[in-house]
């Protein structure tokens, strides 16, 4: 049988107590190895000797991008230059880009964990895995091939971009898995259709890294490729890179390597954990990084955790979906609210384009209200539209608990914008 790389460990118990050993670890190394850390913790009043429980976590000092910038350009550096066997960087200007350290164990765990990734995807050693991403200093194709090669399929390390050669990279070399953004994966698909040539490939699996897919998206993408499958695998370059989960084929979370960090999710705005469930910024405390360990880390991306145990019995915790960035989180009558929920209810509702604005206004009687444009969606009929507003309402009520005000505008009616698009507009004091 081919090696498995899943956790070894059985029960929920295992994994804590993993998570305890691999905290106080942790904490060990950056107080000895890192000047950042031990200036962090000294300041917040905490010795390595404090963390003895999970539950310490919470005396532990954040940690956030602002340092990595502060540090750059060896920032969170945990041990000396000469175990260091590779650096990467996130895109940016320089300066402001993040720089994280390996040692050779790091790269090692990352390639055993990106491994899982292809396991848990049920790829077998046949498989010829064709990653579209970029190869370069940042973490995604390097990422996605060293986790290939660990597992033992086939890596054709085509990059991105360059459609001719993908479609016949498909053809000649019958690749089975394509690794690319979401974005590529629509247009592989659209091109596939238009060259006609669906017949004469093999693929029956798309596994996107970096860029939230959208439901409507992964539907297109499944049909016009006809494959099996489609993954989402999430990473940062914080963190080794992508390939830190991945969403099993049941598809009703995402994986996350609980056995690698221990994620906790919090209310952005009082740094309190939220309930299971509920919708928090993604904190991330590592368990075995010895270069550039992390404490507490914000990521400043949302999501939740899902609170029951996924169909195929993998004692793994998931979350959710990436919901948005908490810089983006507004508050309306008490309640938190990311533009990602509204995003979810437009994309999910028939009828509805994707674009949509949210306004919030503090009218005479001293409270607040929310109301939400949203597009027809673009071969919809106007006639309907008292339909689709009052869907969304409802919708909009019974997920995020507070009303909003829907109107129905043309499609193309609302600005574009090739970077992120602004949203909403607060119009309170
Ligand atoms: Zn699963």
Redesign the pocket.
Known sequence: MAKSFMPTIKTEEELRDLQVKGLRWTINHVYQGSDFYRKSFDQAGVKPDDIRSLDDIKRLPFTAAKDLQEGYPFPLRAVPFKDIVRIHASSGTTGKRKVLCYTQKDIDDWGDFFARCYE?ASLTKEDRVQIAVGYGVWTAGVGFQLGCERFGAMAIPAGPGNIDMQCMFLVDFQSTVLCCTASMGLLMAEEVEKRNIRDKINLKKVIFGSERSSEAMRGRIKELLGVEHTFDIPGMTELYGPGTGL????H??I?YWADYYILEILDPDTLKEVKDGEIGEMVITTLRKEGSPLIRYRTRDLTRIMPDR?????I?P?HDALLGRSDDMFIIRGVNIYPGQIDTIVSQTQGAGSEYQITLDRKEDGKDYMSVKVERAKAEDPSRDEGLKKKIEIEIKKQILVSGAVTIVDYGDLPRSERKSKRVFDNRD
């Not at 969403?247 to 049941?250: E, F, L, Q, R, T």
């Not at 996924?310 to 993998?314: L, N, V």
């Open positions: 848990m969403d099993c084929i049941y009703e979370g994986h996924c169909s195929c019995g993998s793994l998931m």
